[in-house]
């Protein structure tokens, strides 16, 4: 299994980006998928998570601005980014918690992360 993001870039602060993420080799089912993010100096942290019935969490600092969605059919998972500021300049990863086959376990993997720089 192999996540797959793309959709950074450079951006200016009231911009916005749309990060993609799509799942490919082996897959059987999806369960929650989620993007993270880690500036530098800083520790990776939970951005947005949306659970396979779309139940969707954000971390406080970017409610209202970001969106999680999810396309089940495509295994992918997206994040609109919207009045971005400095502060969400990091690189961002991906994550989905996937079961291979039937009755295997559900194992979480990442994508290779984007840089997102948000600066005037």
């Known amino acids: 299994v192999q996540l797959q993001a793309s959709g950074g870039g450079l951006v200016q602060p009231g911009g916005s980006l749309k990060l993609s993420c799509v799942a490919s080799?082996?897959?059987?089912?999806?369960?929650?998928m989620g993007w993270f993010r880690q500036a530098p100096g800083k520790q990776r942290e939970l951005v947005a998570s949306?659970?396979?019935?779309?139940?969707?969490h954000y971390t406080d600092s970017v409610k209202g601005r970001f969106t999680i969605s999810r396309d089940n059919a495509r295994n992918s998972v997206y994040l609109l980014m919207t009045s971005l500021k400095p502060e969400d300049t990091a690189v961002y990863y991906c994550?989905?918690?996937?079961?291979?086959?039937?009755?295997?376990?559900?194992?979480?993997?990442w994508g290779q992360g984007t840089l997102v720089t948000v600066s005037s």
């Open positions: 994550n989905a918690a996937i079961q291979q086959y039937r009755g295997y376990s559900t194992l979480t993997y």
């Open positions: 949306i659970t396979s019935g779309a139940i969707t």
């Open positions: 080799g082996n897959i059987f089912s999806i369960n929650d």
